[in-house]
């Protein structure tokens, strides 16, 4: 029986506040039930790691825990023959990326990356209005907190790829980025990462501060060609995102193909590329 003419049991892995949103939508989009949840905190979770990569009854996963896990995860659930819904990044490098893609299609597999920030309605009409222009100049300053998984990265030296959600922002806007500059700065226990980017439709400068106990925020400004301005709106909760990113994941899985694609493969890796590049970058304070 072909997967669109039954219900894909799903099954979510990570129970932090992504995958309890997961959890709801899961119960609620039509095509596909939860089949059970995996948590590394004792009692938190309604089965077993082990359950998910053989039970038959299981058709997809949704990862969405830290970023270390992703790509160990996504290997061991398509080698196990699972569909694999993936919260980005999907991994730490691109060559891992590439690897696991190359298994998907290998597999008959869909292997997706989420990135709700390409789906909200701020970012539909900001991604018109560059459309409309010759060419745009962008600032994106970002803001957040360094405590947990976050500072673990960090400390590992993965900042590029912590900027990993403002780049795919970046990408979409204007077109595949190279890194025409970086600069990074320590301040106390905290750090600024600057990089200046460009893309066929524009420039970008980005900046990303993240400092214990800094309240996450976002400011974008795009300047066209011929002098419009636009200021995207703060960044907000937005009803409906991870429901809208799991409806194309199921989509993508009972179509076989590409139906449902918001986020090609090769905009995964070029910004995976990217982030890479910027996790290199030598300090310089």
């Given at each position: 029986m072909h997967e669109r003419e039954f219900e894909i049991g799903v099954v979510v892995v990570g129970l932090?506040?992504?995958?309890?949103?997961r959890v709801r939508d899961v119960s609620e989009v039509g095509g596909c039930r939860l089949v059970g949840t995996v948590s590394r905190r004792?009692?938190?979770?309604?089965?077993?790691?082990?359950d998910a990569l053989t039970r038959p009854d299981v058709h997809a996963v949704i990862l969405a825990t830290e970023n270390d896990t992703h790509a160990q995860l996504a290997r061991q659930f398509l080698a196990a023959g699972r569909h694999v819904a993936v919260e980005f990044p999907l991994a730490n490098t691109a060559d891992d990326a590439v690897d696991l893609f190359r298994l998907a299609q290998q597999q008959g597999r869909v292997l997706h990356t989420e990135a709700i920030g390409l789906l909200t309605r701020s970012h539909a009409?900001?991604?018109?209005?560059?459309?409309?222009?010759?060419?745009?100049?962008?600032?994106?300053?970002?803001?957040?907190?360094?405590?947990g998984w976050v500072a673990e990265e960090a400390n590992a030296g993965r900042l590029g790829q912590l900027a990993v959600g403002r780049l795919h922002v970046l990408w979409d806007l204007l077109g595949p980025l190279t890194?025409?500059?970086?600069?990074?700065?320590?301040?106390?226990?905290?750090?600024?990462?600057?990089a200046r980017l460009t893309g066929w439709g524009g420039s970008a400068t980005l900046?990303?501060?993240?400092?214990?106990?800094m309240v996450r925020g976002r400011t974008l400004v795009v300047q066209g060609a011929d002098g419009d301005r636009w200021q995207a709106e703060p960044e907000r909760p937005e009803?409906?995102?991870?429901?809208?990113?799991?409806?194309?994941?199921?989509?993508?899985?009972r179509s076989g193909g590409d139906e449902?694609?918001?986020?090609?493969?090769?905009?995964?890796?070029?910004?995976?590329?990217?982030?890479?590049?910027?996790?290199?970058?030598p300090s310089i304070s």
């Open positions: 932090g506040r992504a995958g309890q949103a004792p009692g938190a979770g309604s089965i077993t790691l082990d009409a900001l991604r018109a209005f560059c459309r409309d222009q010759a060419f745009v100049e962008l600032d994106l300053n970002f803001q957040g907190d360094l405590q890194v025409q500059s970086a600069a990074l700065h320590r301040e106390g226990r905290g750090y600024r990462l600057e900046v990303e501060r993240r400092a214990d106990g009803p409906g995102l991870f429901r809208s990113d799991l409806e194309r994941f199921v989509d993508r899985v449902g694609v918001y986020l090609p493969d090769e905009d995964v890796l070029g910004v995976l590329r990217v982030a890479e590049e910027l996790s290199q970058t």
